[in-house]
C-alpha cells in the first residue's frame, strides 16, 4: 500500500466533524470534487469503504472510524512537529552543540550561559569537552556547531575562526613555595611541574615559553584538565602554567598565582561553519560575543 497523504487525511477528519462534504469544501477551501477525489483516493488505496452518504448526512463506517482515530493522531504530531520546526527556525527554540576546554567550560562559558537563559530561554547548549583540534575536526563533520579553540589555528575550508579573548597565563604554584613577585622560565624549569599534555595549544605555548630562554623542563605529570591540576597545585605537588580566565582570586588559599616575566598569554577564538547559521547558534554566539576581549 502507497503511503497516505496528511491532506487526504485531514480532508477526511473534517468531513466527519462537520458530516458533509460541502461543508468540508468550505472549511479547507477546495473545490467539491477535489474533496470527493480525496475521499476516493483513501478509499481506493485502503480497499474499503471510509464514509456512508444517507439524505444528505455523511457518517464513517467501521473502517472509517479506526481510520479516523489514528488520523487525528497523525495531524496534531504533525502540527506539533511544525510548530517546534517554526520556533527553531525562529530563534525561539533549538540545541546548539558546543566544544571547548574544560577551563573555558568552568570559568567563561557560565557567563554566557546565564545571560542566554534570561534572552533566549527555549535553547538548549549541548557542552562537550574537546581539545581545539578535536573541536574542528566536529566542526567539519557536523557534529558540532560551535568550538572555543586555543589560537593560532588554521580553519580549513568551510569553517571561520574569530577572536574571541585574550587571557593571561599564570603562574599557580604551592603557596609555601614562596615564588617571587613576577615568575620567570628559570626559576620555575628547576621545580616539580604539572602542565597539560603535548596535544594541546597552550602546551606549545608554555614550552616555547620556556624555549625562549634556551630550557626544556620535563613536567612531573601531563594532564588536560585544568581544575585537576590546581588541585595537585594545592596539594604542593608541584606547579603549572595556566590562563587566568577571569578569575580574580586563586581557587584555594594552598595556591599561589603569580605573573610571568616575559608576559604570555592564551588567545581564543570562536570556530563556526561559513554560512547561514541557525537562529539558536547565532543567539548563542551573540552571548559569547559579550564575553569577548
Not at 70 to 99: F, Y
Not at 146 to 155: H, M, N, T
Not at 185 to 192: E, K, M
Not at 221 to 250: C, F, M, S, W
Request: glycine residues 8%; positive net charge; charged residues 25%.
Amino acid at each position: 500500500m502507497r503511503e497516505i497523504s496528511l491532506d487526504r487525511l485531514r480532508t477526511l477528519v473534517v468531513i466527519a466533524e462537520r458530516a458533509s462534504f460541502a461543508d468540508a469544501a468550505r472549511q479547507l477551501n477546495l473545490a467539491p470534487p477535489t474533496i470527493s477525489l480525496h475521499v476516493a483516493e483513501l478509499e481506493a488505496r485502503i480497499g474499503a469503504p471510509l464514509l456512508t452518504r444517507t439524505r444528505g448526512h455523511v457518517r464513517p463506517t467501521a473502517i472509517g472510524e479506526t481510520l479516523l482515530t489514528r488520523a487525528r493522531r497523525l495531524l496534531v504530531d504533525a502540527d506539533q512537529a511544525l510548530d517546534e520546526v517554526r520556533r527553531q527556525v525562529e530563534g525561539l527554540t533549538g540545541r546548539v552543540r558546543l566544544g571547548a576546554s574544560t577551563g573555558a567550560i568552568a570559568h567563561l562559558l557560565p557567563q554566557a550561559l546565564e545571560t542566554l537563559r534570561v534572552d533566549h530561554p527555549g535553547i538548549d547548549v549541548q557542552v562537550q569537552v574537546l581539545t581545539s583540534q578535536a573541536s574542528l575536526a566536529r566542526l567539519r563533520d557536523g557534529t558540532l556547531d560551535i568550538g572555543l579553540v586555543a589560537l593560532p589555528q588554521v580553519a580549513g575550508k568551510g569553517l571561520r575562526i574569530t577572536p574571541w579573548r585574550r587571557d593571561p597565563i599564570m603562574a599557580y604554584i604551592p603557596a609555601d613555595w614562596q615564588p617571587p613577585a613576577r615568575v620567570t622560565p628559570a626559576w620555575l624549569a628547576g621545580r616539580a611541574l604539572i602542565l597539560n599534555d603535548s596535544t594541546t595549544q597552550l602546551s606549545r605555548v608554555t614550552s616555547e615559553w620556556f624555549a625562549a630562554a634556551g630550557l626544556y623542563p620535563e613536567p612531573r605529570i601531563e594532564l588536560n584538565y585544568n581544575d585537576a591540576i590546581k588541585r595537585l597545585v594545592a596539594a604542593g605537588y608541584g606547579a603549572t602554567l595556566l590562563p587566568q580566565e577571569g578569575e580574580v582570586h586563586p581557587p584555594s588559599p594552598r595556591i599561589t598565582r603569580r605573573p610571568l616575566r616575559p608576559g604570555l598569554w592564551r588567545q581564543l577564538g570562536i570556530a563556526c561553519r561559513e554560512g547561514a547559521l541557525e537562529r539558536a547558534t547565532g543567539h548563542v554566539l551573540e552571548a559569547l560575543g559579550r564575553l569577548r576581549q
